[in-house]
């Protein structure tokens, strides 16, 4: 079992920035692709950003793209994602999801194929 824990999240002005940690407990997260979701009110979970299980390999909504970074160090067991320019949009719940991929060293983007999933972190971006 993989325990993940989300951090970082807050309110924000429009053009701000955050970062947001999840961190694994339970098991090392060397092996498992991880990834970001979101989830605003009234609307489905949505990809945001996911990593490979190594790290060398990103993937990013194009909503994202250009002002999201995703990152890992699994020798401290956690998942980063730096997000830059915020805009109002990206207000939601950012979830932190990982799933055991050592054998591939694909992004996985479908949240269906996720095993295991933070409570969520909330991020408000102001006009």
């Known amino acids: 079992q993989v325990q993940l824990v989300e951090s970082g999240g807050g309110l924000v002005q429009a053009g701000g920035s955050l970062r947001l940690s999840c961190t694994a407990s339970?098991?090392?997260?060397?092996?498992?692709?991880t990834g970001w979701f979101r989830q605003a009110p009234g609307k489905e979970r949505e990809f945001v950003a996911g990593i490979n299980w190594w790290g060398g390999s990103t993937d990013y909504a194009d909503s994202v793209k250009g002002r999201f970074t995703i990152s890992r160090d699994n020798a401290k067991n956690t998942v980063s994602l730096q997000m830059n320019s915020l805009k109002p949009e990206d207000t939601a719940v950012y979830y932190c999801?990982?799933?055991?991929?050592?054998?591939?060293?694909?992004?996985?983007?479908?949240?269906?194929?996720?095993?295991?999933w933070g409570q969520g972190t909330q991020v408000t971006v102001s006009s």
């Open positions: 999801a990982a799933t055991w991929n050592r054998l591939s060293g694909i992004v996985v983007v479908t949240a269906a194929s996720y095993d295991y």
């Open positions: 339970g098991r090392t997260l060397s092996g498992y692709a």
